[in-house]
């Protein structure tokens, strides 16, 4: 049988996804394992949220809100958008980055990326045939903004920035994002990931949302989600803001149309409740400060983070601290020779120290 030639021309061609690659096996764990592999937030979500989700779990035979009307507005009200038309939701910000592929890509599209970054890009890119470029991060990981400016050519469609960036954690100054956004032309997309925004703690830090408030013209999408700082990650809740019209194009994609009710439930209940995350991020940020001042005690070179996890180099082999740590039931992530690890509670950020520094023989 020849199922291949049934595939759309993108499919058949198209290179190996990173991420799947990684995971041949379920990724589920139990109770005793410290998963600091993925960012999720080992707090969980507000009370107020759950309480939500409880609530709304009562009725699972009645189909979700198509238009999530609750969760919008609140996201709109919380960032000062002028309607919940500029807002587009999805299970999780990995769908509204594949709706973006399905919406805006032709085949033969250049789509801008930073290296490291986040894979999805790279993977939404090639499925619809687009061609990747991609522009290396400078020596201290930090996005090299000239760069990509200097990549864009005539058939540049989009090209994304993730604030902060995943894996390396690190974050690009507010102001300066925006500059370089406006020196964009406007045939080019700029997608802004801000998965990481809220655990940000340096002062005149804000989200690019500010720029669609202000009636920004140009093409620009930023990209937010429920799964790190809120602690649902497996809710599968993110949402896009955007310009009206270029939320009525997101909204072309039946994804768009398919967000749980529980999910949502919980996501606009978790908005509301910004003592909550401010407590949650307050805590991050005296983890990150403890495990960073560790790790560098150690001997570790480690890139300044702003995010709820933190990227460093050993002397040895980042494959072989990934394996070791494992054998002790705790998780990290090993990506390009490097160890990235999530910052978890105070308890399990101590037993990643203890267990690292006899593998380092520190
Ligand atoms: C974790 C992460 C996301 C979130 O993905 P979801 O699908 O919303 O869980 C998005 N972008 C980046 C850069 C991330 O690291």
Request: charged content about 25%.
């Amino acid at each position: 049988m020849d199922y291949k030639s049934l595939l759309r021309d993108t499919i058949k061609v198209l290179p190996e996804s990173q991420r799947a690659a990684r995971q041949p096996k379920s990724s589920n764990t139990t109770p005793d394992i410290f998963r600091l592999n993925y960012n999720e937030s080992m707090y969980g979500p507000s009370p107020k949220a759950i309480a939500a989700l409880e609530e709304a779990s009562k009725r699972p035979f009645v189909y979700p809100d198509w238009f999530s009307v609750d969760l919008k507005t609140n996201f709109a009200k919380l960032h000062g958008l002028p309607s919940m038309m500029n807002v587009c939701a999805g299970t999780g910000s990995s769908a509204l980055i594949s709706i973006i592929g399905e919406i805006f890509l032709n085949q033969g599209d250049e789509f801008i990326v930073g290296d490291p970054s986040y894979e999805a890009f790279r993977d939404v890119a090639n499925v619809n045939g687009a061609s990747v470029v991609v522009v290396p991060l400078d020596s201290d990981l930090q996005y090299d903004l000239d760069a990509m400016l200097a990549a864009i050519t005539p058939k540049t469609k989009a090209l994304v920035i993730c604030n902060p960036n995943n894996p390396t954690g690190t974050f690009t100054d507010s102001a300066k994002l925006e500059a370089f956004i406006k020196k964009v032309p406007e045939h080019v997309l700029v997608v802004i990931d801000e998965a990481y925004l809220e655990f940000v703690t340096k002062p005149g830090t804000y989200s690019m949302v500010k720029l669609i408030n202000e009636g920004y013209e140009k093409p620009l999408i930023v990209l937010k989600t429920f799964s790190k700082a809120y602690g649902m990650a497996g809710l599968r809740i993110g949402l896009a803001a955007a310009k009206e019209e270029l939320i009525t194009y997101l909204a072309k994609s039946g994804a768009a149309w398919n967000i749980s009710a529980l999910g949502q439930a919980m996501a606009a209940e978790a908005l509301k409740d910004q003592e909550y995350l401010e407590k949650i991020v307050g805590l991050n940020a005296i983890e990150r400060d403890k495990v960073t001042k560790a790790l560098k005690e150690m001997g570790c070179k480690v890139y300044e983070s702003q995010t709820n996890f933190i990227l460093f180099k050993a002397d040895v082999d980042s494959l072989e601290i990934q394996a070791k740590l494992a054998e002790e039931k705790v998780l990290i992530g090993a990506p390009r020779g490097f160890c990235r690890v999530s910052l978890g509670t105070s308890e399990m950020n101590d037993k990643f120290l203890k267990v690292l520094k006899t593998i380092l023989g520190k």
